[in-house]
């Protein structure tokens, strides 16, 4: 059996949101990759959202893009595709 504890406002997302505003990075310029329900607070936080295409159906129905899964390295590919290209 796995427990975990933790304060219920204490997110990815809410974390990624106070980042942003202490850097003053507009969401428009933040590119997240999840794979997990725990990302979706993450995902509504960026203004590019990618899921893998072995992330729960959840987040993938959530993601901006949904790309190759992990055995195939999909998201390093996506992030090379965005940024590198």
């Not at 990815?12 to 990759?33: Q, T």
């Not at 990302?39 to 899921?51: K, N, R, V």
């Amino acid at each position: 059996t796995f427990v975990e504890y933790m304060n219920a406002e204490a997110t990815k997302g809410s974390g990624l949101k106070k980042l942003a505003a202490l850097w003053g990075i507009a969401k428009e310029e933040i590119v997240v990759a999840g794979d997990h329900f725990n990302d979706l607070t993450l995902f509504e936080a960026a203004g590019l959202s990618i899921a893998p295409s072995n992330a729960q159906p959840t987040v993938r129905a959530a993601a901006s893009v949904v790309c190759r899964g992990n055995d195939e390295d999909g998201v390093a590919q996506k992030l090379e595709e965005i940024f590198l290209r």
